[in-house]
């Protein structure tokens, strides 16, 4: 039985135009007439006046602190009564932020899930386990409803227990994965210590809701032998689902008749194809909670090559990380997926690092970062690596212009995470 057939994936650029700007002047008039916020914001502007696409650049932008200014149902634009579910997302500071969803939102969102795991290859002969937090994190039933809208069977393990969730992939024959990438290595090194790789089914893995790099993929790949894609979304655009890749793995689709995409530079002003910028959104489709222009916080270059795959969406690359996690140490910018990705090409450290920065000393910045090794590396004690640790150090100068203080240590010493990995400790403020 076929459950999901995919649509829309490749039209023609000009109809996913045309279905944009029908779909922008709906939502533009109808966050005007039933969300107050907007209204203020909007000014002088009114729907009227969005004739064409880029007419959204007269709209002003919106953030992350416009949903805390409004918590917690300020910006829906719906009646309670339509509103179906809410999730949110803890954040570190302040209120958490919270979204809505109307009945037919549940359904877009199902729809778009699917859409990304057909993508990949996978449909209704797959059992699919979903080992992220089930609860108010998007990432549970979110994607849990993707994998039954394909007709996949859906193992619902959420967090925790590691080894147990590895005999579950062995009993059911689980074929897909879903969980943070940072999970999934610790998931395969526990697989390895196990001495169980060889009796998993698992063929794709689905990783996201932080950022990794292609080292960590081709890790995860050749460790689990499977077929790895990076999957973007954020709560307030619905969740996971709202760019995926496709099997070139060649950057993410991001699904232009659900979202307007631009691509702003720290001025507000657009950035070309190919250049880094902020990720700024609007939701085309939904409902209870629709945002326009929404400031994602994520550095990414959007692309306007073609897709080998045929699909005619936008192509992003992926997203190094949030504008807020960049790191300014000594006045040069860092992104932690930078210093993943030099640390994963080094065989003799394993895939767990930890950044702390501080500014004891001199009171300048200091980056010290601690790296596991793996076992082949830990043959002696650990002061016989010096050249290997001066290695990796010469490695993160050579992609950071920076010098860090590097200090390898015994696997095992970082606490993993089942959730998104907290790889960076800041004690700068406290000095
Ligand atoms: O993390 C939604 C999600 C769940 C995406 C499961 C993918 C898989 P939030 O908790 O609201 O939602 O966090 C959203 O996480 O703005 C990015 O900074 C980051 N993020 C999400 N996916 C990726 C990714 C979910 N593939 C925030 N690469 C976003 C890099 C990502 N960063």
Redesign the pocket.
């Known amino acids: 039985m076929k459950y999901w057939q995919p649509k829309y994936e490749t039209m023609r650029r000009s109809d996913i135009e045309e279905l944009q700007l029908k779909r922008l002047k709906n939502v533009v008039k109808n966050v005007y007439e039933h969300v107050p916020f907007y209204r203020q914001a909007f000014g002088s502007i009114k729907p009227d006046n969005i004739t064409s696409i880029t007419d959204v650049t007269k709209l002003p932008t919106t953030q992350k602190t416009d949903l805390r200014d409004n918590y917690p149902f300020g910006l829906f634009a719906t009646p309670m009564q339509d509103v179906v579910r809410v999730h949110a ?1 803890s954040g570190t500071s302040g209120k958490s932020t919270v979204v809505g969803y109307t009945a037919r939102d549940i359904e877009t969102w199902s729809d778009l899930m699917a859409r990304n795991f057909t993508m990949v290859g996978l449909g209704s002969d797959d059992i699919f386990q979903n080992a ?1 937090n089930y609860g108010l ?3 549970g039933l ?2 849990h409803f993707g994998i039954e809208r394909i007709g996949a069977t859906a193992v619902p393990s959420g967090t925790g227990n590691t080894k147990h969730q590895l005999e579950m992939m062995m009993d059911f024959g689980v074929t897909a994965l879903h969980c943070t990438p940072s999970y999934a290595l610790y998931l395969a090194e526990t697989a390895q210590e196990l001495d169980i790789v060889d009796r998993l089914s698992l063929k794709t893995g689905c990783f ?5 790099s292609d080292t960590t993929r081709r890790e995860l790949e050749e460790t689990l032998d499977i077929n790895a894609y ?7 655009m619905f ?2 689902g709202v760019a995926f890749e496709c099997q070139e793995k060649d950057g993410l689709h991001i699904w232009d008749d659900h979202f307007l995409v631009e691509n702003l530079d720290q001025d507000g002003e657009s950035v070309a194809p190919g250049e880094r910028g902020e990720l700024v959104l609007t939701s085309l489709t939904k409902e209870a909670m629709p945002l326009i222009r929404y400031r ?3 550095i990414t270059m959007v692309r306007d090559d073609e897709c080998p795959c045929g699909r005619t969406h936008t192509i992003l690359e ?2 190094v990380g ?1 504008s807020d996690d960049m790191l300014i140490v000594r006045g040069i910018n860092v992104f932690p997926s930078q210093i993943e990705s030099v640390l994963m090409a080094i065989p003799e450290v394993g895939d767990q690092f930890q950044v702390v920065i501080d500014r004891k000393r001199h009171k300048l910045d200091e980056m010290h970062i601690k790296v596991e090794l793996t076992d082949r590396a830990f043959t002696g004690e650990l002061k016989d690596l010096e050249d290997l640790r001066c290695n990796v150090e010469d490695k993160l100068k050579a992609v950071l212009n920076l010098r860090t203080l590097v200090e390898l240590v015994e696997r095992g010493t970082i606490p993993r995470t089942a959730g998104k990995a907290r790889r960076i400790v800041d004690l700068r403020e406290e000095y």
């Open positions: 997302s992220v994190f998007t990432g979110g994607i996201g809701a932080e950022p990794w990076d999957s973007y979304g954020l709560s307030e969740g996971p994602t916080g994520d992926k997203v949030r």
